[in-house]
């Protein structure tokens, strides 16, 4: 089992920046890929960011050059939101990806108001 713990979402405005990290705990070892998905309201929960085990990284269009994913340690991953939009407002949720499962945690709130 691995468990996720978020932090770092809250409210600012347009064009600053903003850290999102997320901590795994549990079975971390079985850990390969983890990433951060965000869900605006009334729309479907979209791909963020992904990170492997090995550093390799995938960004959506809408954020690639803005945003950065990075490990921080063996079970903590930071992304790093830069020139923030209100596009941009949403729940963030991390998530971890083992051969068996994928793991989410509960969400923190971005808003970036005008």
């Known amino acids: 089992q691995v468990q996720l713990v978020e932090s770092g979402g809250g409210l600012v405005q347009a064009g600053g920046s903003l850290g999102l990290s997320c901590k795994a705990s549990?079975?971390?070892?079985?850990?390969?890929?983890m990433g951060w998905y965000r869900q605006a309201l009334g729309k479907n929960r979209e791909l963020v960011a992904n990170?492997?085990?090995?550093?390799?990284t995938i960004y959506a269009d809408a954020v690639k050059g803005r945003f950065t994913l990075y490990w921080q340690s063996r079970n903590t991953v930071i992304l790093q939101m830069g020139s923030l939009s209100a596009e941009d407002t949403a729940v963030y949720f991390c998530?971890?990806?083992?051969?068996?499962?994928?793991?989410w945690g509960q969400g923190t709130q971005v808003t970036v108001s005008l």
């Open positions: 990170i492997t085990r090995r550093g390799n």
């Open positions: 549990g079975s971390i070892h079985t850990i390969n890929d």
């Open positions: 998530n971890a990806v083992t051969v068996s499962r994928t793991y």
